[in-house]
């Protein structure tokens, strides 16, 4: 026997009677909260841009940014459970910036400078205000370091996310000159490693801080504990910093710079060794740099071992330049002109790894 299914006999979205809705999924929401950071969104828009919101894929020219005949760099990250800390603050739009920053010091470390950003964000049930928050976060991040927000996915997935969690994950796309390329090979022993500061957790040890600080030390987000300056939710949902700006220019001149490592998941001991060529490590000194207070309350209140705590967090080592010993205060004379507090921390050595002093 055959069975015949009768069509609604009204199925626009959004209206009484919707079965996706019913079904925990409302499009007209979707949609509305794109529709709320359209404006923000179309700010980002470089000359390169050759489309418009809503096509099925963004369209983007090189040449029209000079980057004609360059390298493509391409790097895809997430936030993690920050956005633990951005429902508990119902505050949203750090989290936006976040993701953007992370990208383009990713592909920074190679020498590349960012063309566009696409964005996926995916929550259980889609509340249009917080979402028009990310958004208009990711959309300032974007015009701040004149790259395009081309395009990005919203989804709302019913059972996949408790209601009020949601997640973000980002993708960016850069270019670099070929001869421009920092892949490591140029590392010699006896190269001076400079720190850049980081702004707090970046985006890195949420789980690990919000079980030191919420489940073992009762803390709530409001609190404001002896030594920090914000609030614990403040200082969690700190931006994580974009190093562009100070870096970039150094790279573009033959300043001597044979490196560089964004100190994210991993630390010191996982992502330094990443652009070190076999058979040479790494001394660092961490009295070299200083390091929010965020950091201690986490350590000494979870009673986190040294090594665990430079592997877990960037214990304010945000950004790290390798540089010839000879061009170091070249180098550090020109990112403290740009307002870095630049610190040499630490040298090349002959060895495996990193070895903290």
Do not use: W
């Amino acid at each position: 026997m055959s069975r015949r299914f009768c069509a609604p006999k009204r199925y626009a979205v959004g209206m009484n009677g919707s079965r996706y809705q019913a079904a925990g999924v409302d499009i007209d929401a979707k949609y509305a909260s794109v529709r709320a950071a359209r404006e923000a969104i179309r700010r980002t828009f470089t000359p390169g841009v050759l489309s418009d919101i809503g096509a099925f894929g963004g369209l983007f020219d090189p040449a029209r940014v000079g980057a004609a005949g360059q390298v493509l760099v391409a790097s895809t990250d997430g936030v993690g459970t920050k956005v633990k800390i951005a429902s508990a603050m119902q505050r949203y739009d750090t989290v936006g910036h976040c993701i953007v920053n992370h990208s383009i010091n990713d592909i920074l470390v190679q020498g590349a400078r960012p063309l566009f950003f696409l964005d996926y964000i995916g929550t259980g049930k889609l509340d249009p205000t917080v979402v028009a928050q990310i958004l208009e976060g990711l959309a300032d991040a974007c015009e701040a370091a004149g790259i395009a927000l081309l395009g990005g996915e919203t989804a709302e997935m019913p059972g996949m996310y408790p209601d009020g969690d949601f997640e973000i994950v980002g993708t960016i796309v850069g270019c670099v000159a070929q001869d421009r390329i920092l892949d490591g090979s140029r590392v010699c022993e006896g190269d001076a490693v400079i720190s850049l500061p980081s702004s707090g957790l970046h985006t890195n040890g949420y789980s690990l801080a919000r079980k030191v600080l919420f489940d073992e030390m009762r803390l709530e987000p409001e609190a404001r504990p002896d030594g920090l300056d914000s609030t614990v939710g403040e200082a969690l949902l700190a931006i994580h910093r974009s190093y562009f700006d100070a870096v970039h220019p150094l790279l573009e001149q033959d300043h001597g710079v044979h490196a560089c490592a964004h100190i994210t998941g991993g630390g010191l001991y996982d992502n330094l060794p990443r652009v070190l060529p076999e058979g040479l490590g790494a001394v660092i000194d961490p009295a070299a740099v200083t390091r929010p207070k965020i950091f201690d309350l986490i350590v000494e209140g979870g009673g986190v071992s040294r090594e665990e705590a430079y592997r877990v967090f960037n214990m304010g080592f945000g950004f790290l330049l390798v540089v010839d010993a000879a061009q170091r205060d070249t180098v550090l004379a020109a990112l403290r002109a740009h307002g870095e507090d630049a610190r040499v921390c630490g040298s090349i050595v002959r060895g495996k790894g990193v070895e903290l002093a």
